[in-house]
């Protein structure tokens, strides 16, 4: 497999993936604040290009409302909690705006455009040519999708589950947006088929974060919500670039700035969330322009420095508790905590100048960030991608704990661990049973509530779903939304298992690439999307969504559905389920009639979910139990457990970068809005990578200058992208950047952490020199 993506020419990379800029690329560094007007700019001219000047503003004033509007599906950032405000963000705004478009791909359009054809267009036209709007199957004959009734597409992709000789054959993804409703159908399907093969988005994401979590508190998920965010003393903020992917977050650090909290950034670029902002929905701030600080101290580690520089702060902390009986909470420690002692040895054995070395931040730095910490009553350690999706990260998300441990920041207000989590309900998917590695007890409890014998055998995750379709072991693959093909790593290899299936089908809003590289059957099944009323027999239906902070709500779509034959998520995984289990007792068709029905049963089923229809129909949800915030720990030795892991070598070779895959500020994964990435400076082009300036001056790089790309896999592979422009950049030496999904090719499918089997698609070691 390696060999052969060594081969691959260049050319078989294309198409792009972003639109065809009109004008030369651009790069200026960005001074102004984020969001404010720079923001509202954006959204108008977004507005306009997607004609929906009249009905988008409205539909967004409906969004995060209490329990009458839908949850906005741009980010799983908590919605304010005083609930009337007008908390919205620029990128959420374009989010809602792509999915309500006027524009539809329809059977005209499949039937003057082959698949062939369309493989040339770019990610970003096809996408642009609006909503789906009827079920489409692959017709090898012609090269064209073609139409086919709901019934029929059923029965297609049910009679391909019946046939299997295995239900392990079949492999069923989730994107993070699924409703909570249609997430607990669609894993009672693949269990009551005889799988566990459940892969998520998440297996790209934050997998790190919740093994960690589980394995120090005894719980997969953060512990604070935005009452504590609104209250603690000291906020640190690693590896995430909030102004683009959790604007939200701009809200609460102005307001933390405003009250005289700290605010340290812990990032090898310095994002535009790093500095001020004009928060968006203060309207007098908007017309006075009137910009808050969002920081007080930014350090920039190098790519995969963090668990060092944490280890320097801990260091630091257990250093000055020899004179200061403040710094270190020992009766917190003692009573709440295993391993400490380990831990400290640890830290006492662990040189500054190693520190110093891996983290790439000086001793005088990492003192700075443990004096604020020091001086803090109430922490939050927040972190995103940046943490992840490296080789370590479990370590490093688990040295978070340690470090918040050692001053008992856990347990009460405004202190914890808060991972800033991705798709709107991730975190909701896994809450409801996307979990290729489900426990027995929550197995038990799906067998006695639903009367199915689901099996016990762990199921495949994202990585080992694309292994197995290579090797011809999983036959049909699902897609309940995403664009599995561009979102994997190691883009070729991932086209030719998805080219491998017997069957594909595809659940989606919009046309992508994951339609176009498709089994030797293939089916598009077009649903709502959330913004859209979802009209069942018993009227109409909202579903539940759980967002970062463990607070689980109801979203209600309200605009017109883009075409009649859509139907919604739920009814299209009780539309399968049944054409794959026709003897299968479990009402499918009933539950779609009412959503409540599938409600009461997953109060049943799910901890933590008793009274649910009752409880999510509360003005603001409700929030599901967190043990670990009580310091109820569900770990084997019943305390919060310290972990003592040797430090990685992330130093790169001489001669090598670290290369971070990372999203732009137009764009939401795989969706592409423009070729601009504002906040970085950058306007026309996406096909780049930021570099260290002196990197670039060693190896004769000028700005704009085109540059080789090759990495380096684990098993001495190489992959190679030639041509991306690179522009000098305010980032630690050894270390570079670009844009996902362009860079996924780099990614070996071999390269996933050892600790969460994620693909490490933030620590890619490359070379790069000037375009031969
Ligand atoms: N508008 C918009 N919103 C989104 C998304 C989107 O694509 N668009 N995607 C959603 C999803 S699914 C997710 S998971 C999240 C992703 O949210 P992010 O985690 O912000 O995603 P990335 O763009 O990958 O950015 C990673 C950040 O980590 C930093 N970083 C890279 N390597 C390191 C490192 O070694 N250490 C540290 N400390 N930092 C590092 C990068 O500089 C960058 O700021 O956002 C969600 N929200
Ligand atoms: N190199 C690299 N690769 C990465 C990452 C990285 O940082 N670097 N990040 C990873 C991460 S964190 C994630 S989460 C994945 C993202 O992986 P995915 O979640 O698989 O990808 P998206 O781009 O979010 O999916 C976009 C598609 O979802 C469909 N869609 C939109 N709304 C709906 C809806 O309401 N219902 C349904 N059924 N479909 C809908 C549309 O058809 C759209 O084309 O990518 C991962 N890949
Ligand atoms: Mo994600």
């Known amino acids: 497999m390696s060999t052969e993506s060594d081969a691959k020419p260049q050319e078989e990379l294309e198409p792009r993936v972003g639109p065809v800029p009109l004008e030369e690329p651009e790069f200026h560094p960005y001074h102004h604040p984020a969001a404010g007007w720079g923001a509202a700019k954006s959204v108008t001219q977004f507005l306009v290009r997607e004609r929906e000047l009249v009905d988008g503003p409205r539909a967004i004033?409906?969004?995060?409302?209490?329990?009458?509007?839908?949850?906005?599906?741009?980010?799983?950032?908590?919605?304010?909690?005083?609930?009337?405000?007008?908390?919205?963000?620029?990128?959420?705004?374009?989010?809602?705006?792509?999915?309500?478009?006027?524009?539809?791909?329809?059977?005209?359009?499949?039937?003057?455009?082959?698949?062939?054809?369309l493989s040339a267009w770019s990610d970003f036209e096809l996408e642009n040519q609006g909503r789906l709007t009827e079920p489409m199957v692959y017709d090898p004959d012609t090269d064209h999708y073609v139409p086919i009734t709901w019934k029929d597409a059923f029965e297609v992709a049910g009679r391909a589950l019946r046939e299997l000789d295995n239900p392990n054959q079949?492999?069923?993804?989730?994107?993070?947006?699924?409703?909570?409703?249609?997430?607990?159908?669609?894993?009672?399907?693949?269990?009551?088929?005889?799988?566990?093969?459940?892969?998520?988005?998440?297996?790209?994401?934050?997998?790190?974060?919740?093994?960690?979590?589980?394995?120090?508190?005894?719980?997969?998920?953060?512990?604070?919500?935005?009452?504590?965010?609104?209250?603690?003393?000291?906020?640190?903020?690693?590896?995430?670039?909030?102004?683009?992917?959790?604007?939200?977050?701009?809200?609460?650090?102005?307001?933390?700035?405003?009250?005289?909290?700290?605010?340290?950034?812990?990032?090898?670029?310095?994002?535009?969330?790093?500095?001020?902002?004009?928060?968006?929905?203060?309207?007098l701030d908007m017309a006075l322009f009137k910009t808050t600080k969002t920081s007080t101290l930014n350090l920039q580690p190098r790519i995969g420095g963090d668990m060092a520089l944490l280890r320097g702060m801990a260091k630091a902390i257990l250093e000055q508790a020899h004179t200061d009986p403040k710094a270190l909470d020992k009766e917190f420690v003692d009573r709440h905590t295993t391993g400490f002692e380990a831990y400290r040895e640890l830290c006492e054995s662990t040189s500054w100048e190693e520190?110093?070395?891996?983290?790439?931040?000086?001793?005088?730095?990492?003192?700075?960030?443990?004096?604020?910490?020091?001086?803090?009553?109430?922490?939050?350690?927040?972190?995103?991608?940046?943490?992840?999706?490296?080789?370590?990260?479990?370590?490093?998300?688990?040295?978070?704990?340690?470090?918040?441990?050692?001053?008992?920041?856990?347990?009460?207000?405004?202190?914890?661990?808060?991972?800033?989590?991705?798709?709107?309900?991730?975190?909701?998917?896994?809450?409801?049973?996307?979990?290729?590695?489900?426990?027995?007890?929550?197995?038990?409890?799906?067998?006695?509530?639903?009367?199915?014998?689901?099996?016990?055998?762990?199921?495949?995750?994202?990585?080992?779903?694309?292994?197995?379709?290579?090797?011809?072991?999983?036959?049909?693959?699902?897609?309940?939304?995403?664009?599995?093909?561009?979102?994997?790593?190691?883009?070729?290899?991932?086209?030719?298992?998805?080219?491998?299936?017997?069957?594909?089908?595809?659940?989606?809003?919009?046309?992508?690439?994951?339609?176009?590289?498709?089994?030797?059957?293939?089916?598009?099944?077009p649903c709502l999307g959330r913004t859209e009323k979802d009209h069942q027999r018993k009227g109409l239906q909202s579903t539940s969504v759980e967002d970062s902070m463990s607070m689980v709500h109801l979203s209600v779509g309200m605009k017109r559905p883009a075409s009649s034959h859509l139907l919604s998520e739920p009814a299209i995984v009780a539309g399968m389920a049944r054409a794959a289990l026709p003897d299968s007792a479990t009402p499918w068709e009933w539950y779609i009639e009412d959503y409540d029905r599938i409600r009461d049963t997953m109060a049943q089923a799910l901890d933590?979910?008793?009274?649910?229809?009752?409880?999510?129909?509360?003005?603001?949800?409700?929030?599901?139990?967190?043990?670990?915030?009580?310091?109820?720990?569900?770990?084997?030795?019943?305390?919060?457990?310290?972990?003592?892991?040797?430090?990685?070598?992330?130093?790169?070779?001489?001669?090598?970068?670290?290369?971070?895959?990372?999203?732009?500020?137009?764009?939401?994964?795989?969706?592409?809005?423009?070729?601009?990435?504002?906040?970085?400076?950058?306007?026309?082009?996406?096909?780049?990578?930021?570099?260290?300036?002196?990197?670039?001056?060693?190896?004769?790089?000028?700005?704009?200058?085109?540059?080789?790309?090759?990495?380096?896999?684990?098993?001495g592979s190489q992959r190679h992208l030639n041509g991306h422009l690179a522009i000098p950049y305010d980032i630690p030496r050894g270390c570079a950047a670009g844009y996902m999904p362009e860079m996924n090719v780099l990614c070996a499918l071999g390269d996933y952490s050892t600790q969460s089997d994620q693909p490490i698609m933030k620590h890619v070691k490359v070379t790069i020199e000037a375009a031969r």
């Open 61 to 117: 004033m409906r969004m995060n409302h209490e329990n009458t509007g839908f949850d906005c599906p741009g980010c799983a950032w908590p919605d304010d909690t005083k609930g009337l405000k007008l908390d919205i963000c620029e990128n959420g705004i374009k989010h809602v705006t792509w999915e309500m478009t006027r524009k539809r791909v329809g059977r005209e359009f499949f039937a003057a455009h082959s698949v062939s054809e």
């Open 355 to 525: 520190l110093e070395n891996q983290s790439g931040v000086s001793r005088d730095d990492i003192l700075k960030a443990a004096r604020v910490y020091r001086d803090a009553d109430r922490s939050i350690i927040s972190w995103c991608l940046g943490l992840t999706q490296h080789e370590h990260g479990v370590d490093t998300v688990r040295e978070i704990v340690n470090l918040l441990l050692l001053r008992g920041n856990l347990g009460r207000e405004g202190a914890g661990p808060s991972p800033v989590r991705g798709h709107s309900n991730v975190q909701g998917n896994r809450t409801c049973g996307i979990d290729h590695r489900p426990t027995e007890a929550f197995l038990d409890r799906l067998a006695e509530v639903c009367k199915i014998d689901p099996p016990r055998d762990h199921g495949l995750d994202t990585v080992n779903t694309i292994q197995a379709m290579l090797r011809g072991d999983v036959k049909v693959f699902v897609g309940m939304g995403g664009n599995f093909a561009n979102a994997a790593p190691d883009t070729p290899v991932t086209h030719e298992a998805l080219r491998n299936c017997d069957l594909t089908v595809q659940v989606s809003t919009k046309l992508n690439r994951s339609h176009l590289v498709h089994g030797r059957q293939a089916l598009i099944l």
């Open 608 to 715: 933590g979910f008793e009274d649910f229809n009752r409880r999510v129909r509360l003005p603001l949800g409700f929030r599901l139990k967190q043990p670990a915030r009580e310091l109820v720990f569900l770990t084997e030795s019943g305390g919060a457990e310290f972990s003592a892991a040797a430090l990685p070598d992330v130093v790169p070779a001489p001669g090598t970068l670290a290369l971070g895959t990372m999203r732009s500020h137009d764009q939401w994964n795989t969706t592409i809005y423009s070729d601009n990435d504002r906040y970085r400076g950058v306007k026309n082009l996406r096909t780049l990578v930021f570099m260290n300036k002196d990197d670039m001056r060693e190896r004769g790089i000028a700005e704009f200058d085109p540059v080789d790309i090759t990495s380096t896999a684990k098993d």
């Open 170 to 283: 079949a492999s069923f993804y989730t994107s993070g947006r699924l409703g909570n409703e249609a997430t607990f159908l669609y894993q009672l399907m693949a269990r009551e088929l005889g799988t566990n093969n459940l892969p998520d988005c998440s297996n790209m994401c934050h997998e790190a974060s919740g093994r960690a979590l589980q394995a120090s508190l005894g719980t997969g998920k953060g512990t604070v919500d935005l009452k504590d965010w609104e209250s603690a003393d000291a906020l640190f903020i690693l590896g995430v670039n909030a102004a683009s992917n959790a604007p939200r977050m701009l809200t609460a650090l102005s307001e933390a700035y405003r009250r005289g909290a700290q605010i340290v950034h812990i990032n090898p670029l310095v994002e535009a969330a790093a500095t001020r902002t004009i928060v968006p929905h203060d309207f």
